[in-house]
């Protein structure tokens, strides 16, 4: 008895050791089961399952005449889990879904797609890709593929939605349109991005083989709200206007780069920006929004502001006589040339102030200024503030340059600063800046801010309207402001710019010749501007062009190269609303159309279509419109084919047809 009792108590012992670990593995169990679990269940939920961020849609931009300008296109890579489709189904379909994606994609024939699909399967894969960046439309017909058209989990068929942002226009505004990067923000694509960004959506996805994760569900547990759409004021009849008559400038003059604007006098609502420079192999791009950034001298268009600040102080009057000499004017033997200077002959002789602004005469608009404000320099840069224009404009496009107006308290101001201002030196400004200045002439001495956005829109609702902001109520003195106009007038009626004149519509504005680097002997870079305002006597557009470092051999003044494009912009704009024209069409002959039209003799409109091949189309349909004749037409630019034949007998029942290029 005593000896089975030793026996238990040294069972009891040895099993003592075991019974512990025992206990201790219990509570570990425990422990982890109810105090670690929920984290360590929290980690390993987190190694196989993940939120992944969605992007948001960012909105659409859209032109003033609701054309889609930039959107986000939805494309899609796909993939396939063969392991999860069922083996007779694998096997007896497989051949067959082969052929199709073989059909759809060129990068492997129906035997390798199968071998392909077949050795992923056997290996255990289960996030094979197929294709990338498809459209939504090819996604539908490759759901119905065979397999895949078995469904989601059965077929197999994988796909993740990737958004690319992109321009349906191509590259017309494109700098204006800008982007919203990593690396920077640009354009209206920048300046309402907080608009356009939407917030982001989440979605649960699983992890695979080979460290690959697809989606848990085919719907979202965060639903992606889309950003908002941005309707600007482009209107992509006129921005296709300005881009190509810009173009076709510079590639004349083969010049470096330029700029046009047009800007809607009431609201200041740009309706058309071309911003192109040049590339190594001599073609041309949206470089840089030139019109926003790049601050210059701007040269003679800078007189009008020389100009006004004098009328308003009383020191002179559109009479006031001025002697240009011989066109050469000296002060502490620094030379202000006239255009016309040449071998110490030149000039206009003795002009009024009206004179010599049309003609663009240096000598007279500095001897003007620099005789009534030598002693108090300060009063003409006081006036000058006054107009609105030494500060920067505010716009929300990044990159606005800012204005320049020297001060006589300034360490670099010199006895030569004041009289190199009034002809538009030592100053400097935007494009967009000094059109704003010719666009307050225009709005009655009202300027206004550049505008860019219209509306703010949500599923085609408006969120928010942007207003026309004023810079300045008012620039000048009634009086002041109407001189000024006419003196505008004249620069193309009997000025620098007589080589725009059009019986079609009165134009008003200013040339402007700057010469850059100046301070280099013989330097051969130029600017040519141009800028004014359209129709003259009731103006419901301003437009500035600006052309950089044109070939010297081909041409530089402003006249010659800027001013041309400024009137091939007015008259395709406003040949567009033809019933607007003053000019009694029915008393205009079509050979004052156009320079390029064949006959010799005028031709006018009456019972006989005349020969119409070789003119302008745009101002030809013009007329025929304005006349009740019925027209079809097909291309752009001259005419090149008519129908009836000229001299055939029409009447206003007639339909005409033609066709330019």
Known sequence: MKDKKNILNRAYLAATPFFVVALLVLGKLFFIQYQEGPSLRAQAQREVIKEVNIKAER????????????????????????????????????????????????????????????????????????????????????????????????????????????????????????????????????????????????????????????PVTDHYEIEPENGLDVVTTIDTKIQDVVHHELLRALERFEADHGCAVVMEVKTGAIRGIANLGRTGQGTYFEKRNYAVWESTEPGSTFKLASVIVALEDGMVDTNTRVDTEKGLFTIYNKKVKDSNYKNGEGGYGEVSLKRAFEVSSNVGIVKLIYDRYRQQPDKFVDRLYTLGIHKPLGLPIKGEGLPKIPQPSDRNWSGITLPWMAFGYQVSFTPLQVLALYNA??????????????????????????????????????????????????????????NIRTPLL?????????????????????QASFAGYFPADNPKYSCIVVINKPNYTRGYYGSTVAAPVFKAIAQNIYLDTPAELEVPPENLALSDLTTDQPNTEPVRLDKKLPNLKGMNGSEVISLLENQGYKIKVKGNGKVLWQYPAAGSVINTATLIELKLG
């Open 441 to 498: 002439v225009a709005n009655d001495g009202r300027m206004v801010k550049p505008r860019f956005i219209e509306e703010i829109k949500q599923h085609g609702r408006t969120i928010k309207r942007h207003e026309t902001e004023i810079v300045n109520p008012s620039i000048c003195s009634r009086q002041t402001l109407i001189k000024v106009q006419d003196m505008l007038k004249g620069v193309v009626e009997n000025g620098t710019a007589q």
């Open 506 to 526: 009165e134009l008003a504005g200013k040339t402007g010749t700057c010469q850059q680097n100046y301070w280099k002997e013989a330097s051969r870079d130029y």
């Open 59 to 214: 909105g659409n931009i859209y032109s003033y005449d609701g054309k889609l300008m930039a959107t986000t296109m939805p494309v899609y890579d796909i993939y396939m889990d063969p392991v999860t489709v069922d083996p007779n189904a694998f096997n007896e379909l497989l051949p067959q879904l082969a052929q199709k994606l073989a059909e759809q994609f060129n990068a492997k024939n129906a035997r390798q797609w199968e071998n392909y699909l077949r050795i992923k399967r056997d290996k255990g894969s289960r996030y094979v890709p197929l294709a990338e960046d498809i459209s939504y439309n090819q996604l539908q017909l490759i759901k119905g593929f065979p397999i895949f058209n078995l469904g989601r989990f059965k077929g197999g068929l994988i796909f993740e939605q990737k958004n690319y942002r992109k321009m349906p226009l191509g590259k017309i505004a494109e700098r204006t349109i800008g982007y919203d990067q990593l690396k920077g923000r640009t354009g209206i694509e920048g300046a309402f991005s907080n608009y356009l960004t939407g917030k982001d959506g989440l979605r649960l996805k699983q992890k695979v083989s080979n460290n690959n994760w697809k």
